[in-house]
């Protein structure tokens, strides 16, 4: 089993640590396409109308002043560096030893800076979001598409993909849709459905942690994954086709 997350809009950088190093992560085959983005992107940054460029107000001019020197900036798992409420509710740092093992391996974070990265990953904090544009690169979920595709697929082979991702991350890979099963959260009440997005973070927060740290096997199917989700939750399974990924609805009632 493979979990989907995206990252947090913000990032909490490391007091201290060595800077990154592009050969110690996760997916090598993205390096050259890692440093084509850092590049890029640490160009923009220095620019007048950088903040416009990256679509973030100016209380973030710190942060995107860093993103001119990611390159020497102290870096950090990956888990501690994405916060909010979907990191929040997964809990990292409250779990066992033995489960933040589980999580290193089975947590993925798509990025529009790494392209994806594993969990245990040493990562600067950094501003960059999927659905910015870069020049020369164009929107990052289309540069990213071929090359997670190319890099991502063989080590996904056989796994269960547990897809948490917002629509913008999604966007930059699709994986194989007979082992994915997308992740929505609905809040229902008189029988009226609604999608609420700080809801359906901590919820996929909290989903991500239940299958981390609840005793059994690992879900290895659609069905297991939502006979598990159900210890929890009130859930529904919608099966895929050949071209659309498996979904499980989690059902939030009052």
């Not at 992560?25 to 220095?46: D, H, M, W």
């Not at 990213?144 to 063989?154: D, G, R, T, V």
């Not at 659609?222 to 099966?239: D, F, I, R, S």
């Not at 050949?242 to 979904?247: E, I, N, Q, S």
Request: glycine share 8%; net charge neutral.
């Amino acid at each position: 089993m493979l979990i989907l997350l995206p990252p947090s809009e913000g990032k909490t950088p490391p007091d201290a640590g060595a800077p990154v190093d592009l050969a110690e992560l996760s997916f090598p085959e993205l390096n050259a396409a890692r440093q084509e983005v850092a590049e890029a992107l640490a160009t923009v940054s220095g620019q007048d109308d950088a903040l416009k460029q990256l679509g973030v107000g100016a209380t973030l001019v710190h942060e995107v002043s860093r993103n001119t020197r990611l390159a020497h900036e102290p870096a950090a798992p990956a888990h501690s560096i994405y916060t909010g409420v979907l990191f929040d509710a997964l809990g990292y740092q409250n779990m066992s030893a033995t489960q933040q093992r589980k999580a290193d391996a089975a947590v993925v974070v798509v990025s529009g800076l790494w392209g994806a990265v594993g969990f245990a990953d040493r990562i600067p904090a950094y501003r960059l979001s999927m659905s910015v544009g870069l020049p020369g690169l164009g929107k990052l979920a289309s540069y990213w598409k071929p090359k997670l595709a190319e890099a991502i697929n063989s080590h996904t082979e056989g796994h269960l993909m547990v897809d948490c991702r917002s629509s913008t991350y999604a966007a930059a890979w699709v994986p194989d849709p007979a082992h994915t099963v997308a992740v929505n959260v609905f809040t229902e009440r008189d029988g009226v459905r609604k999608v609420v997005s700080h809801f359906a973070k901590h919820t996929r927060g909290e989903l991500s942690r239940h299958l981390l740290t609840r005793r059994g096997k690992a879900p290895e199917t659609p069905a297991q994954l939502a006979k598990a989700a159900a210890e929890k939750w009130v859930v529904e399974l919608v099966p895929g086709t050949a071209r659309k990924a498996h979904t499980l609805n989690i059902i939030l009632t009052d």
